[in-house]
Nanobody, 124 residues
Framework: QVQLVESGGGLVQAGGSQRLSCAVS????????MGWFRQAPGKEREFVAH???????HYQDSVKGRFTISRDNAKNTVYLQMNSLKPEDTAVYYC??????????????????WGQGTQVTVSS
């Protein structure tokens, strides 16, 4: 059974930075496509970033140049470094995993495993 545990959320001022971590239990982490999604109050869950098992990355347009997804296969962990945070980045952030290739990486239905979420609040 694969389990994902996010950490690193909290309160940050606009313009600040925060790094989220997602620790993944189970085998073959290096073979998983990993994604970050977020959900703000009253809104649908939306794609933020994706890292393929091979290390290619994709981002939602609104976070390009500000957020960076990375992975440490030795630690079974994926990270989301968030810089220049804005109040509109406030949401619960979730990491997600899929074994193999995630062709439709921006679609939440693509992923088989999810973390419990971590709250990120950006104050103005």
């Amino acid at each position: 059974q694969v389990q994902l545990v996010e950490s690193g959320g909290g309160l940050v001022q606009a313009g600040g930075s925060q790094r989220l971590s997602c620790a993944v239990s189970g085998r073959a982490f290096s073979s998983y496509a990993m994604g970050w999604f977020r959900q703000a109050p009253g809104k649908e869950r939306e794609f933020v970033a994706h890292s393929s098992w091979a290390g290619s990355t994709h981002y939602q347009d609104s976070v390009k140049g500000r957020f960076t997804i990375s992975r440490d296969n030795a630690k079974n962990t994926v990270y989301l470094q968030m810089n220049s945070l804005k109040p509109e980045d406030t949401a619960v952030y979730y990491c997600a995993a899929r074994y193999g290739i995630a062709t439709r990486y921006a679609n939440s239905a693509t992923y088989d495993y999810w973390g419990q979420g971590t709250q990120v609040t950006v104050s103005s």
